[in-house]
């Protein structure tokens, strides 16, 4: 197999709506829930040259659970029938983005088997970030909602946006850099499709109207189609595009700015929704945010079991990884601007990291020390010296998300094959994501 280092989110930042902001916090509220990302260094990205590391720190503690299964069906991919394997990443703004899921996605599947791009949300029609890898347009007029600002104008899906067009049939539009043949419609119930077209001309496709949406199955594979949905309060949630003429990874992120362990637990659809992607792994990347509010660590225990519970419950066949967030640090001073902020050490974001990881230890739940492996205490000087934590001092720039997923996919692959990747192992190159 041909190994390739990639990126994983580090957990994405922004504060939620459960906890109240302090007069300081206000300006970090609104970083975490905007967040802006400078051009990528076009140098690669090399785990050797970034000394404040703890390497040795770089692994998935099991914690007890047993993973074989699962590393088998990595290990038979394309054999007797096993032609997919599902991972599904829940974070914040940092995978809402995807400039780190989007690089492991791409690493896994070079070293797997690419099996399409999987989930789309429709973030951008929704008045948001988007990832820049797909485009998803509708010139229909409609009312949209995102996951944490509230009151929602329509109801809110698994994906965290909604868009409901103003009639009872509208045009979407999807360009994707990946082939697919398959295209799955996550809605607020059955929809019909009455077109399907691809650059201005109808292609063969087959269309079937399903309980949680519709789905296109196309003869021939194409990076563009536009498909007319027909429905009476038809809610568009996101797309799901499939490659299956071939084994390989399919890795769904699911990223909203500004989420929570009880952002999800509340929305009340997580787990459920999550099951229609059927999934085999599931990360969860969480737990920055709550360090922005008041939260005990009892507290904010009882909000990492809850969701947790309630992923179990719905995805009895999926294995769980739970991240702890890397260092960040917050706003001392009360200046809109960030340049003219003083910044201290966000001090909470090591002591929920040590509960996310405690949680895992005592219901034998898969973890990673993303807090230990990035550097520890103090780290986020290092991080910002280096050109990997952004001027805000909350997210992390391009080349801190590729770093991170270096770091990450090798602590995969490890626990996936048991073997170390090869030092000479070529890197991501930040160049591969554009600026914003």
């Not at 922004?14 to 916090?25: E, F, I, L, N, R």
């Not at 990884?321 to 974001?349: D, F, M």
């Amino acid at each position: 197999m041909k190994i390739l280092t990639a990126i994983l989110a580090c957990t994405a930042l922004a504060a939620g709506s459960a906890y109240a902001a302090t007069p300081v916090d206000k300006n970090d509220r609104y970083t975490r829930l905007n967040p802006k990302m400078a051009k990528a260094d076009p140098r690669p990205v090399e785990i050797a040259n970034y000394p404040f590391l703890h390497r040795s720190a770089n692994y998935i503690d099991f914690n007890g659970d047993d993973w074989t299964a699962l590393r088998h069906k990595f290990a038979t991919l394309g054999q007797r029938g096993n032609n997919v394997v599902t991972i599904v990443h829940i974070g914040d703004s940092h995978i809402q983005g995807d400039g780190n899921t989007g690089q492991v996605r791409k690493h896994m599947q070079n070293t797997y088997g690419n099996a399409g791009r999987g989930l789309m949300s429709p973030l951008r029609i929704a008045g948001t970030n988007q990832p820049m890898d797909y485009t998803l347009t509708t010139k229909a007029s409609c009312a949209t909602a995102t996951l944490l600002k509230k009151p929602w104008r329509v109801p809110m899906g698994f994906t965290g946006a909604a868009v409901r067009p103003s009639s009872s049939q509208a045009s979407f539009t999807l360009t994707d850099k990946s082939d697919f043949n398959e295209l799955r419609i996550y809605t607020n119930g059955p929809v019909k499709v009455t077109s399907v077209s691809s650059n201005d001309a109808e292609v063969p496709a087959t269309t079937e109207s399903k309980e949680w949406g519709a789905q296109i199955n196309l003869e021939s594979p194409v990076k563009s189609l536009t498909f007319t949905l027909s429905g009476d309060g038809m809610i568009l949630y996101g797309v799901d595009a499939r490659d299956t003429r071939q084994p390989g990874v399919l890795y769904h992120a699911i990223g909203n700015n500004g989420a929570t362990f009880q952002t999800y637990s509340r929305l009340g659809t997580t787990g459920s929704g999550v099951h229609l992607l059927n999934p085999d792994l599931i990360i969860i990347s969480l737990g920055s945010n709550e360090a922005f509010g008041n939260v005990t660590d009892q507290a904010f225990y009882n909000m990492v079991d809850k969701m947790v519970t309630d992923i179990r419950t719905h995805n009895p066949q999926a294995k769980i990884l739970l991240t702890s967030p890397g260092e960040c640090q917050r706003s001392a001073g009360r200046s809109g601007k960030v340049a003219s902020r003083a910044y201290a050490v966000n001090s909470n974001v090591e002591r929920l990291g040590k509960v996310i990881l405690k949680y895992g230890k005592d219901h034998n739940i898969a973890t990673y020390d993303f807090f230990d492996v990035a550097g520890g205490t103090g780290s986020s000087n290092d991080w910002l010296q280096k050109g990997l934590l952004s001027r805000d001092r909350i997210h992390r720039t391009w080349n801190g998300y590729y770093l991170e997923g270096n770091l990450i996919y090798n602590a995969l692959y490890k626990a996936l094959t048991g073997k170390e990747i090869p030092e000479e192992a070529p890197v991501a190159n930040p160049a591969d994501v554009p600026a914003k």
